[in-house]
């Protein structure tokens, strides 16, 4: 996971932070609008110190961690997170891990996984390099990348000004042309191909 240019957390089923990759590790020694809050026998806990960012993390902590998986939200949204030093803000995606999930080691169950994209230091990729890379059409490589900024499939259609039919057609066709089968993984592929 230190190959991906995000941060990546994994949390215990009580939201105890229990790995951490390079990049979040250094994120979160800046304390610049994310910490980590002490917490016996792991890493910690992740707070945000804007209270409307603070209130939205622990809702997305909640919904992701104690609700069934078909409840999860799976990335529906992204939480901007300030920072008190005027960079960029954080983009933080929470995700609900099944019990059987790629990410376990040892005795430790992942049951979610946070990314922190940080605007100041990392772009997505261009969409003519997924063009290229995978075949997608332009309409195609747009959307990609916009599902993984967040927001629900509504949000995302408005955004780029297409019907919920053509973007869930759009999201079929990307789905087979990157070989992924869920928004979680299109999104970890896009992480992996952002641009520092």
């Given at each position: 996971m230190n190959q991906i240019r995000h941060g990546v957390?994994?949390?215990?089923?009580?939201?105890?932070?229990?790995?951490?990759?390079?990049?979040?590790?250094?994120?979160?020694?800046q304390q610049d609008g994310l910490r980590l809050k002490a917490r016996i026998g792991s890493l910690g806990t992740l707070s945000a110190d804007d209270p409307v960012a603070r209130a939205a993390l622990e809702g997305a902590l909640?919904?992701?961690?104690?609700?069934?998986?078909?409840?999860?939200?799976?990335?529906?949204?992204?939480?901007?997170?300030?920072?008190?030093?005027?960079?960029?803000?954080?983009?933080?995606?929470?995700?609900?891990?099944?019990?059987?999930?790629?990410?376990?080691?040892?005795?430790?169950?992942?049951?979610a996984v946070v990314?922190?994209?940080?605007?100041?230091?990392?772009?997505?990729?261009?969409?003519?390099?997924?063009?290229?890379?995978?075949?997608?059409?332009?309409?195609?490589?747009?959307a990609a990348l916009a599902l993984c900024d967040g927001g629900s499939l509504d949000a995302v259609a408005a955004q780029l000004n297409v019907r919920l039919n053509t973007l869930k057609t759009h999201l079929k066709n990307i789905y087979v042309k990157t070989s992924v089968d869920?928004?979680?993984?299109?999104?970890?592929?896009?992480?992996?191909?952002?641009?520092?």
């Open positions: 957390l994994l949390l215990d089923d009580s939201g105890a932070v229990r790995f951490a990759n390079e990049v979040a590790e250094r994120i979160l020694q909640r919904s992701n961690l104690h609700t069934l998986a078909t409840d999860a939200r799976h990335f529906a949204h992204a939480i901007p997170v300030r920072r008190p030093s005027g960079l960029a803000n954080y983009a933080v995606q929470v995700s609900y891990l099944p019990e059987s999930n790629p990410y376990q080691s040892g005795l430790l169950v992942p049951r990314f922190i994209k940080d605007g100041a230091l990392v772009a997505q990729p261009e969409p003519a390099f997924l063009q290229r890379l995978y075949g997608l059409t332009q309409a195609e490589a747009r869920s928004r979680a993984a299109l999104t970890k592929l896009m992480l992996s191909l952002s641009v520092a």
